[in-house]
């Protein structure tokens, strides 16, 4: 039911988005990540500066999501989610402090 209403949310967010994006030259998007066996999916990715990033956690045990010096979720149980809003371009190389092996980029540009 709270999945159903979540994504009721973002489709209007996304409807308001691309209203915005009509009246202005805003380029805003929202890109979901998922977590799930251990990795980050997509592993790499690439947005439009002003973008929202959200990170769902599909594992049975805990993740977070770790920028160093830019974003630090907390740990995420199963179904959690982490949004992070990319203002600036750049890589933003980030882990699983959890499972430092787990890795992901996203390119800002
Ligand atoms: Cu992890």
């Known amino acids: 039911m709270m ?3 979540l994504r009721t949310g973002a489709i209007r967010l996304a409807a308001a988005a ?3 994006m009509q009246m202005s030259v805003a380029h805003c998007e929202e890109v979901s990540v998922t977590i799930d066996n251990f990795t980050f999916a997509p592993a790499q990715l690439t947005v439009k500066v ?3 990033v959200t990170w769902t956690n599909r594992d ?3 993740h977070t999501v770790v920028s160093a010096g830019q974003f630090r ?3 995420l149980d199963t179904d959690d989610k982490y ?3 990319f203002t600036n371009a750049g890589d933003y190389k980030y ?3 959890l499972h430092p092996h787990m890795v992901g980029t996203i390119k800002v540009e």
């Open 60 to 62: 049975d045990i805990p």
């Open 3 to 5: 999945f159903v209403n």
């Open 50 to 52: 002003g973008s929202t």
């Open 18 to 20: 691309a209203l915005a």
């Open 95 to 97: 882990f699983c402090s």
């Open 73 to 75: 979720s907390k740990a």
């Open 83 to 85: 949004s992070f809003t």
